[in-house]
C-alpha cells in the first residue's frame, strides 16, 4: 500500500520539517518521506518505519489540521535493525540471498504470531526474532526447511526464544527403535485390554515420553531393555516408558 499524502505530511511534521539522517532542513534542502528498512526487506507503511530524509518530496500540508496529534515517532530499534540489513548487504559473500533468507523467517515468524493470535507482535519482539533468527541461520548448518519450521513454531508460540524450538534430530538407529518400540507398546495394551487399543491421546503421551528417552540412549546396545520396557508399559496401560525401563536392570529382561 503506497503512502498517502496525509501521512506524508505528517511524518513531515512530526519530524520538524528536517532529515532524521543528517538534520538538514527545509528551504535549503527538499524533503521526502522514506521507509528506515525498505519495503523489499519487509518494511512497512506504518509511521514508525518512515522518515523524514533529504530527497523530493510531495507534501501533503493541505491534508492534516495544524493542531491534529503527531503520528507515531520512529523506534530506534527500528533504525538499528535497518542499519544491521545495510551493513550485511555491503558485505561481498552471498549476502543478497542471505538477506533474503533472513527476511524469509522473520516472515513465516511474524505471520505464524499474526495467525494465532490475530495481533501483531511489537517492534521490540520482532527485533528479538530477527536477530535471533539470523543468528541460528548464520551459526548453524540446519536445512532452509528446517528454519523455515523452527521460526513458524516460535512464531506460533508468541515467543523470541528462537533456541527454545531446537529439538535434537533422531539418528536412523533411534528412529527405527521408537518405531518398533511404539509398534511393541500398542501390541502390549491391546492383548492386555481385550483389543481396545490406545487413544490417540495416550498415543501421543507415549511417543513424546519415548522421543525424550531415546535421545539419551545408545539405541544398538540398549535395543532389548527398551522393547522390554515398552512391553511391560503397554501390558500395564501405562503411557510412560521411563518407569519400565528404570525397573529393568539387565538387558534381556521380560518382554
Given at each position: 500500500?503506497?503512502?498517502?499524502?496525509?501521512?506524508?505530511?505528517?511524518?513531515?511534521?512530526?519530524?520538524?520539517?528536517?532529515?532524521?539522517?543528517?538534520?538538514?532542513?527545509?528551504?535549503?534542502?527538499?524533503?521526502?518521506?522514506?521507509?528506515?528498512?525498505?519495503?523489499?526487506?519487509?518494511?512497512?507503511?506504518?509511521?514508525?518505519?518512515?522518515?523524514?530524509?533529504?530527497?523530493?518530496?510531495?507534501?501533503?500540508?493541505?491534508?492534516?489540521?495544524?493542531?491534529?496529534?503527531?503520528?507515531?515517532?520512529?523506534?530506534?530499534?527500528?533504525?538499528?535493525?535497518?542499519?544491521?540489513?545495510?551493513?550485511?548487504?555491503?558485505?561481498?559473500?552471498?549476502?543478497?540471498?542471505?538477506?533474503?533468507?533472513?527476511?524469509?523467517?522473520?516472515?513465516?515468524?511474524?505471520?505464524?504470531?499474526?495467525?494465532?493470535?490475530?495481533?501483531?507482535?511489537?517492534?521490540?519482539?520482532?527485533?528479538?526474532?530477527?536477530?535471533?533468527?539470523a543468528l541460528l541461520a548464520d551459526g548453524s548448518d540446519f536445512t532452509s526447511d528446517r528454519l523455515t519450521e523452527i521460526a513458524f513454531k516460535a512464531g506460533s508460540a508468541r515467543s523470541t526464544d528462537i533456541?527454545?524450538?531446537?529439538?535434537?534430530?533422531?539418528?536412523?538407529?533411534?528412529?527405527?527403535?521408537?518405531?518398533?518400540?511404539?509398534?511393541?507398546?500398542?501390541?502390549?495394551?491391546?492383548?492386555?485390554?481385550?483389543?481396545?487399543?490406545?487413544?490417540?491421546?495416550?498415543?501421543?503421551?507415549?511417543?513424546?515420553?519415548?522421543?525424550?528417552?531415546?535421545?539419551?540412549?545408545?539405541?544398538?546396545?540398549?535395543?532389548?531393555?527398551?522393547?522390554?520396557?515398552?512391553?511391560?508399559?503397554?501390558?500395564?496401560?501405562?503411557?510412560?516408558?521411563?518407569?519400565?525401563?528404570?525397573?529393568?536392570?539387565?538387558?534381556?529382561?521380560?518382554?
Amino acid at each position: 500500500m503506497a503512502v498517502s499524502k496525509r501521512l506524508r505530511y505528517e511524518i513531515l511534521r512530526r519530524d520538524n520539517h528536517a532529515c532524521r539522517y543528517c538534520g538538514a532542513t527545509a528551504p535549503r534542502v527538499k524533503l521526502n518521506v522514506d521507509h528506515v528498512i525498505p519495503t523489499s526487506l519487509g518494511g512497512s507503511d506504518k509511521p514508525d518505519n518512515l522518515v523524514t530524509a533529504c530527497v523530493e518530496c510531495n507534501s501533503g500540508k493541505t491534508s492534516s489540521l495544524p493542531n491534529a496529534e503527531p503520528v507515531a515517532d520512529v523506534e530506534q530499534t527500528t533504525f538499528r535493525r535497518a542499519d544491521e540489513l545495510k551493513r550485511a548487504v555491503a558485505q561481498p559473500i552471498g549476502n543478497d540471498i542471505q538477506i533474503a533468507f533472513h527476511a524469509h523467517l522473520i516472515a513465516v515468524w511474524q505471520w505464524a504470531w499474526g495467525k494465532r493470535t490475530h495481533t501483531e507482535p511489537t517492534e521490540e519482539e520482532a527485533q528479538e526474532a530477527f536477530e535471533g533468527l539470523a543468528l541460528l541461520a548464520d551459526g548453524s548448518d540446519f536445512t532452509s526447511d528446517r528454519l523455515t519450521e523452527i521460526a513458524f513454531k516460535a512464531g506460533s508460540a508468541r515467543s523470541t526464544d528462537i533456541t527454545r524450538f531446537i529439538e535434537p534430530q533422531l539418528s536412523n538407529e533411534q528412529f527405527s527403535l521408537g518405531a518398533d518400540a511404539v509398534n511393541r507398546w500398542s501390541t502390549s495394551w491391546e492383548a492386555a485390554s481385550q483389543d481396545v487399543q490406545p487413544s490417540m491421546d495416550e498415543l501421543a503421551e507415549f511417543c513424546d515420553d519415548l522421543h525424550h528417552l531415546v535421545l539419551l540412549l545408545d539405541a544398538t546396545a540398549q535395543r532389548d531393555t527398551v522393547m522390554a520396557a515398552a512391553a511391560r508399559a503397554g501390558q500395564a496401560r501405562d503411557t510412560s516408558i521411563t518407569r519400565h525401563l528404570s525397573a529393568l536392570r539387565t538387558v534381556g529382561g521380560e518382554s
